[in-house]
C-alpha cells in the first residue's frame, strides 16, 4: 500500500503521470468541495465531481445510489479513477462504491481530516452504515495510493482536529509507549500533527501489512472501539448529543482501559494517567446510567464478536494491547458506570 506524505501539488501529479486512466471521477461532500477541492482542481485533467451530505448519517445505500449513478452517468469503465476528497465518510463510502462498481475500479484516497490522515484512509476497510450500525456493509480493498497533505488540516476547526487526536492517542496506547509518554506532557493545542500523522501512518501500515483482513493482529487497532463505537452508534440519532468519532473512541479508551486494569493487566497508575490526559483533550460525554443497556446491546453487532461472545482488544500495559477478549456485560456496565462517576 502506497501511503505518500507530502505536497498534494507534487504527489497527485506524479500519481497521474505515472498511471494512464480513461476518465476521472472526484467524489466531495459540500464542505471538501468549498475549501479543498480549489486546491486540487488545478492539478487534475478534463474530470467530472459527484458531491454529497457531509456526515456519518449520509454514509448510506441512498448515497451510494448517487454516486454509482454519477459513475454510470459518466461511463466510467474499468480503466477510469475515483478520487475521493474528504475525511473518513468519503474515504469509507466512495472507496466502496469504486470497490463495487463494475466489480471494482481503481482509487485513490486524498484525506483532508486529520482522523482521515491518520487512520480511515489507511488500511483499506471501506463501508457504509446499514439499519443504524455503523460499518455495517463493506468490503477490503486496498486503494491505488493514499495522498496525505498535512496542509488540509488547516482547512479543519479544533473540534475534528480533537477527533482525528483519538486515533494518535489509540497507536502510542497500543504500539508506542516512548511517543505516548512525550505526547501526553504536550497541550492538545501545541501538538506536532505533521510529525504524528506519518507516525500513526507508519503504526498502521505495519500492523496492516501483518494481517490485511483483520484475522488476528489487526485487531489491536480496535481497542477503545468496542464500547466506542457503541456510544457513537447511541448518539447518531441524536443530533443535539451527537459525538464525532474522535470524541465517542476518547470515551471507550477510558472505559476499555478500566476493563484492562479490572483484570490486572494495566496497574491503576497507567489508568490514572490515561484518564486524565483524555478528559484533559475531551472532557466527559453525556453519558446517562439509563442509557447503559442500550449502549451494550449495540456491541452484540461488533465485527470481532464470535458467536455470543464481545470480544475487546485490551491494554497489556502501556504500548501493548492484545486482542480478542470476550468481555462480559456486567464488566461493560461496571466499565461505563465508572466512566460516568
Not at 474499468?78 to 475525511?87: A, D, E, P
Not at 479543519?156 to 505526547?183: M, N, Q, T, Y
Not at 466527559?284 to 442509557?291: H, S, V, Y
Amino acid at each position: 500500500m502506497s501511503v505518500i506524505i507530502s505536497n498534494i501539488s507534487e504527489s497527485l501529479p506524479a500519481f497521474l503521470a505515472e498511471n494512464q486512466y480513461t476518465k476521472i471521477h472526484v467524489i466531495v461532500d459540500e464542505k471538501t468541495h468549498r475549501h479543498c477541492y480549489p486546491i486540487v482542481k488545478p492539478l487534475l485533467p478534463k474530470h467530472q465531481v459527484t458531491k454529497i451530505k457531509s456526515g456519518e448519517a449520509n454514509k448510506n445505500l441512498s448515497t451510494c445510489e448517487a454516486i454509482w449513478t454519477g459513475l454510470t452517468n459518466q461511463s466510467l469503465d474499468r480503466h477510469s479513477l475515483v478520487i475521493n476528497i474528504g475525511g473518513g465518510v468519503i474515504g469509507d463510502m466512495g472507496g466502496f462504491c469504486a470497490a463495487t462498481y463494475k466489480r471494482g475500479i481503481d482509487f485513490i484516497q486524498i484525506p483532508t481530516t486529520l482522523l482521515s490522515q491518520v487512520d480511515a484512509s489507511v488500511g483499506g476497510k471501506l463501508g457504509i452504515d446499514f439499519n443504524g450500525l455503523k460499518n455495517h456493509i463493506g468490503v477490503f480493498k486496498i486503494p491505488n495510493t493514499v495522498l496525505i497533505d498535512p496542509a488540509f488540516l488547516q482547512t479543519l476547526p479544533a473540534s475534528e482536529l480533537r477527533s482525528g487526536f483519538g486515533e494518535i492517542i489509540k497507536h502510542c496506547l497500543i504500539r508506542d509507549a516512548v511517543k505516548w509518554e512525550e505526547i501526553r506532557k504536550i497541550d492538545f493545542e501545541e501538538q506536532n500533527f505533521a510529525d504524528l500523522i506519518a507516525h500513526s501512518v507508519a503504526i498502521k501500515q505495519e500492523v496492516v501489512a501483518a494481517d490485511p483482513t483483520e484475522k488476528g493482529l489487526r485487531k489491536i487497532l480496535n481497542f477503545g472501539h468496542t464500547l466506542g463505537h457503541a456510544i457513537e452508534t447511541f448518539y447518531l440519532g441524536k443530533p443535539k448529543l451527537h459525538l464525532l468519532h474522535g470524541e465517542a473512541i476518547a470515551a471507550g479508551m477510558i472505559c476499555e482501559a478500566y476493563i484492562s486494569f479490572k483484570r490486572g493487566m494495566i496497574d491503576q497508575k497507567s489508568l490514572e494517567v490515561i484518564e486524565e490526559f483524555i478528559f484533559a483533550v475531551y472532557g466527559k460525554a453525556t453519558i446517562k446510567e439509563t442509557e447503559i443497556e442500550e449502549i451494550i446491546a449495540l456491541t452484540a453487532q461488533d465485527k470481532k464478536n464470535k458467536g455470543k461472545e464481545i470480544r475487546f482488544s485490551l491494554l497489556e500495559g502501556i504500548g501493548k494491547c492484545t486482542y480478542d477478549i470476550s468481555v462480559s456485560t456486567s464488566e461493560m456496565k461496571e466499565s461505563l458506570l465508572y466512566y460516568i462517576g
